[in-house]
């Protein structure tokens, strides 16, 4: 009976480690999804999430479409293995879950209704040009005569 005890002790000790380690595996997989987003909305002047057979997402990418955006990503979460994991990450940074996300400079703008209502006044270009994230407004770059 304690040899039967001994055993049952052990592999519950072997489980609980086995839980242990890939809880942190898993958190460390979700840590470095994260720290991937903020790279990528940090790095890129515009930043879209999105889904490709969302028709917001659609009509987001149609308004930027009409802008020559020099540094934009695109990420489909649909395509990712990791949609869930993403969104829940994006809210963190958002407030939803929801696509479209677009981000400009690192801040997030909004959806397309957002998008849309910025456009209609006006403010998107100005948006885009303060980002220096259009093709016309790139920032010079000195020649030294090399």
């Not at 958190?27 to 999105?50: F, P, Q, R």
């Amino acid at each position: 009976m304690l040899r039967i005890l001994t055993v049952v002790l052990a592999l519950v000790t072997i489980a609980t480690v086995h839980a242990e380690l890939s809880k942190k595996k898993e958190d460390k997989t979700l840590k470095d999804l994260e720290d991937k987003i903020v790279n990528d909305v940090m790095t890129h002047k515009v930043m879209v999430y999105s889904k490709t057979y969302c028709p917001w997402s659609k009509r987001l990418k149609a308004i930027l479409a009409n802008y020559e955006i020099d540094d934009m990503k695109i990420v489909e979460l649909d395509r990712s293995n990791q949609t869930e994991e993403m969104q829940e990450i994006l809210k963190k940074y958002s407030g939803r879950t929801t696509v479209p996300q677009l981000f400009i400079s690192g801040k997030f703008v909004g959806g397309h209704d957002e998008t849309k209502a910025i456009e209609e006044k006006g403010e998107l270009r100005p948006l885009l040009e303060k980002a220096h994230a259009l093709f016309t407004n790139r920032v010079p770059v000195p020649d030294n005569g090399a």
